[in-house]
């Protein structure tokens, strides 16, 4: 297995398994186990596929939204925060993702179609 895609599984592994215990957090009960193990499973997933941006800016979101948290609320509602931080981290990640990738084809085609007729 190639360094790259063993850190993308760890940092997988890392960022989804906190976002399942902030889950665990707030659903209490025995249910922590149980959105821990999601959290996990989907880490080792998105990591596999090469998720690198989604997992960073989910890290991104969790921080964020922690420190606002604090600030705003106090130390008690920290997980609150750096829950709803990540969630919103990876609503954004996926939407400049896909922003990304749209800018990159429309660059792509373009390029294609800007070349002169004698050199196709």
């Known amino acids: 297995m190639a360094r790259s895609k063993a850190f993308d599984i760890a940092l997988g592994i890392i960022v989804m398994g906190t976002v399942g215990a902030l889950i665990g957090l707030t659903l209490g009960g025995g249910l922590m186990p ?14 596999f596929l090469g998720g690198r941006r989604f997992l960073i800016s989910i890290l991104i979101g969790t921080v964020l939204g922690g420190a606002l948290a604090w600030m705003l609320a106090g130390v008690e509602r920290v997980w609150v925060g750096a829950g709803a931080g990540a969630a919103m981290g990876g609503f954004l990640g996926v939407q400049i993702s896909m922003l990304l990738d749209v800018r990159a084809a429309k660059k792509a085609a373009s390029g294609q179609g800007a070349t002169p007729a004698s050199y196709r």
């Open 34 to 47: 149980v959105a821990v193990a999601v959290g996990l499973v989907l880490g080792v997933v998105i990591g």
